[in-house]
């Protein structure tokens, strides 16, 4: 796992891989601990469909980067429904990734 140099990095790639259409920022996160983040992706093995998925990884680091960054009472089990919703968690509405 390599990391991004730059927040425009990370918006460039995930354009490029095609998988994403927008992402979502939440502003003023107190107490974040990237170390922690980073180190939790960096740990992050296997997959279940139902219970070890990428759903479930992405809830996993972001309760690493902040305990309180999103409710652990929701509990959306559909991707896109669950990021459709972040709004309700103090998320920015969609913004477009870069594709070119």
């Given at each position: 796992m390599a990391?991004?140099?730059?927040?425009?990095?990370?918006?460039?790639?995930?354009?490029?891989?095609?998988?994403?259409?927008?992402?979502?920022?939440?502003?003023?996160?107190?107490?974040?601990?990237?170390?922690?983040?980073?180190?939790?992706?960096?740990?992050?093995?296997?997959?279940?469909?139902?219970?070890?998925?990428?759903?479930?990884?992405?809830?996993?680091?972001?309760?690493?980067?902040?305990?309180?960054?999103?409710?652990?009472?929701?509990?959306?089990?559909?991707?896109?429904?669950?990021?459709?919703?972040?709004?309700?968690?103090?998320?920015?509405?969609?913004?477009?990734?870069?594709?070119?």
């Amino acid at each position: 796992m390599a990391r991004a140099d730059s927040f425009e990095t990370v918006r460039h790639d995930f354009g490029s891989f095609g998988w994403y259409e927008s992402y979502r920022c939440k502003q003023n996160v107190v107490g974040a601990d990237a170390g922690n983040a980073y180190a939790t992706a960096a740990s992050d093995t296997g997959f279940n469909i139902v219970t070890n998925n990428c759903l479930e990884h992405v809830r996993t680091i972001l309760l690493a980067y902040q305990p309180q960054i999103i409710a652990r009472t929701n509990f959306r089990t559909v991707p896109n429904d669950w990021y459709d919703h972040l709004r309700d968690e103090g998320f920015a509405d969609p913004v477009p990734v870069q594709t070119q």
